[in-house]
């Protein structure tokens, strides 16, 4: 990294809460925030986000007549982001970029319209715009009148981090000083868990930890899909009230034999975590935050490519797909916030069924990874002090 690059704001809403100190808390707890929900009549395991948090998002829904046909990816994108510029000393109207994507989109809508579509012949006029991938920003830049470049993506579940990576490029090229990234998912839907299900990932584990992502006891599958949104501010040089700093950034894609396949040594995650560290000594990382879905595939080729990058002896492993469930697009963002929830802490969050870790004294390096369908790795590399 030629030049600093400050995250000086974070905001999320998951399962977790949306407060930092409810989140971290919900943390220290070795308690499963995975629960169950009917779905066409089929019961499955979810993450959701708490009541008193959907009551917001209704009540935003409510405030303005534009909101209300809005999807849920965007009106959580609008919520966090509100709370991550105030957090960040931003105000509307100011210089700065916009980079959130989603994996899957207006989930909830593009479902709901199909529907209407299917037993009507006719659709909602607003069926459309509604359901673009460029809904989100768009509305998060109309909601905080910024002045500067708003970008959405898809690169499925590596999504916000590959919006790391964009504004990271912004920044350093000097096109812009400031950038709101990250990711939102509003996937518990029955055709979006009716395609998990149909990939033979869905966990089906009746037990107190329905996702068993870093077991590699495991015989079966235990995806599990939760929602939440998540977005930092990201600022150019060194800043007083940096949470902390990037200080790697790495990215690649595995040479797949299919769509949703995944190299078994994970190569991509290989070459990502290799470039975010070239300038890091590997001694250095304390902390490793994996995206380790709760798959077999994905869950064991991930640790092979860590084992292939740091040797046995490498940092101290966690994940938290076990707890909150699998996010997609928004899985990166939420990974980011648990690394730098660890350093401000200094202390490590295990995974209760794992494999017990050595305890390092200080965290002040951790790595992040995400991976998406197609092998679309990056990893990312934070640090308290730069």
């Known amino acids: 990294m030629k030049t600093k690059i400050a995250i000086t704001s974070l905001a999320s809403i998951s399962p977790l809460g949306k407060n930092p100190d409810a989140i971290w808390h919900n943390y220290l707890s070795n308690k499963s925030l995975i629960s169950t929900k009917e779905f066409n009549g089929s019961t499955q ?7 008193e948090i959907r009551q917001e998002i209704e009540d935003l829904r409510k405030s303005e007549i534009k909101y209300k046909a809005l999807d849920e990816t965007v009106l959580l994108s609008i919520l966090v982001s509100r709370q991550a510029i105030k957090n960040a000393g931003w105000k509307n109207g100011d210089d700065f970029g916009i980079n959130i994507g989603s994996s899957r989109g207006a989930t909830q809508l593009f479902e709901k319209h199909h529907q209407e579509f299917l037993e009507t012949g006719k659709t909602a006029t607003l069926a459309s715009p509604t359901t673009t991938l460029g809904n989100i920003s768009s509305w998060v830049a109309h909601d905080l009148k910024n002045n500067g470049p708003e970008i959405s993506h898809s690169i ?17 090229s000097g096109m812009a000083t400031k950038f709101l990234v990250g990711g939102s998912e509003a996937p518990l839907t029955a055709f979006t868990i009716a395609q998990m299900n149909a990939l033979k990932i869905y966990s089906k584990e009746e037990s107190e930890f329905p996702c068993r992502a870093f077991d590699f006891t495991k015989t079966k599958n235990s995806m599990v899909l939760g929602e939440g949104a998540s977005v930092a501010c990201l600022e150019i040089g060194e800043n007083l009230n940096a949470l902390a700093y990037i200080e790697g950034i790495g990215y690649a894609t595995d040479d797949i034999e299919h769509n949703i ?18 300038n890091t000594n590997l001694e250095d990382v304390d902390a490793i935050v994996m995206h380790m879905p709760g798959t077999l595939k994905g869950d064991t080729s991930e640790y092979k490519a860590i084992v292939k990058t740091f040797g046995e002896s490498h940092p101290m492993l966690t994940t938290n797909k076990w707890k909150v469930g699998h ?35 200080d965290i002040k390096k951790v790595l992040i990874n995400a991976v998406g369908f197609g092998g679309n790795a990056v990893s990312i590399l934070v640090s308290k002090e730069f």
């Open 156 to 172: 499925t579940c590596s999504t916000a981090l590959h919006a790391v990576l964009n504004a990271v490029a912004w920044l350093q």
């Open 45 to 51: 395991f979810v993450a959701t986000i708490p009541k």
């Open 261 to 278: 396949s995944i190299s078994d040594e994970a190569n991509c995650f290989q070459k990502s975590m290799k470039m975010a560290l070239q």
């Open 327 to 361: 996010t997609f697009g928004a899985s990166g963002m939420l990974n980011m916030e648990l690394a730098i929830l660890m350093m401000q802490h200094n202390h490590f969050i295990e995974v209760p069924f794992a494999e017990k870790q050595t305890i390092r004294k």
